[in-house]
């Protein structure tokens, strides 16, 4: 694999923090280092690059942002675990950018959330479906509150993802829903039915416990069309959000061109 350096000036010696990368690459693509593993100390690392300990952390801080590297209060610094997580800030500018619409979003999860859904109603392991029902049982919990509510909701769809043994999807999910997240805390005060949302999120579950593929593609399918039509009309003008197209049939007639 490669890891692209941090943007430096141009040198004919390699910068003292991409040395850090470099060397950390290395140690990953030969297999020295592998997910779950703590890197050395800071001092024996930074003398085994050649750097200053500052210099290490910069290159350490750049890893652990590409979701590399992971610290532990106490414990130490750990090559990343689990599914990959990448960076939300480039998805994030480029939503600010190009403002990216609600219909937008929800095509790209449908893409990506209802095949992740399949797979993982053919792969998922006994501990990630008790993930899922975690987090079902954590939205009927917080029917009532609706900041709560949205979180377990979001991890939900992350349980899913990651229930799809493919780390892909689970990365791509994961960038998609922080996006989601941010947006929607905005909005979420307003919604009028999360124990509607907690039932379809259930049906999406109870698809994935029973292992059939199609009716957790078709139950996540459903889910989303809801979803997408509850944000909707949780949006209003000012609050950061877009507001709702207004239905088909509110729209005027289309005027016929004459011949």
């Known amino acids: 694999m490669t890891l692209s350096a941090p943007p430096t000036r141009k040198t ?19 297999g020295r280092l592998r997910p ?4 050395p100390p800071e001092r024996e690392l930074a003398q085994q690059i050649g750097v200053s300990r500052p210099t290490l952390r910069t290159g350490l801080r750049w890893l652990a942002a590409s979701g590399i590297l992971q610290s532990r209060h106490g414990s130490g610094t750990y090559i990343t675990d689990g599914p990959p997580r ?17 219909d937008e979003m ?3 999860r449908r893409v990506l959330e209802v095949g ?19 987090e079902v049982a954590g939205m009927f919990a917080y029917v009532e509150e609706p900041q709560p509510f949205l979180w377990h909701d979001v991890r939900f769809h992350r349980a899913v993802a990651a229930a799809s043994h493919n780390p892909v999807l689970a990365a791509l999910v994961e960038m998609v829903s922080t996006l989601v997240y941010e947006r929607r805390k905005l909005t979420v005060e307003r919604a009028t039915d999360l124990r509607e949302s907690a039932e379809m999120h259930r049906r999406v579950y109870d ?21 997408r039509m509850a944000q909707a009309s949780e949006e209003v ?7 709702p197209a207004p239905p ?7 005027r016929r061109r004459a011949p």
Request: glycine share 8%; proline share 8%.
């Open 36 to 39: 779950g593993d703590r890197l």
């Open 237 to 243: 003008p000012g609050d950061g959000s877009r507001p």
């Open 12 to 30: 004919d010696e390699p910068p003292a923090a991409q040395r850090v990368v470099s060397h950390i690459e290395s140690l990953i693509v030969s």
């Open 248 to 254: 088909p049939e509110a729209l005027p007639p289309r």
């Open 106 to 108: 929800f095509e790209a």
């Open 207 to 227: 698809a994935v416990r029973d292992r059939d593929a199609d009716r957790a593609r078709r139950e996540m399918s459903d889910h989303l069309d809801l979803a």
């Open 86 to 102: 990448l960076a939300t800030g480039p998805l994030s500018i480029m939503a600010a950018l190009h403002g990216f619409t609600r």
């Open 116 to 134: 992740a859904a399949g797979l993982a109603a053919e792969r998922a392991a006994g501990e990630e479906i008790a993930a899922m029902a975690d």
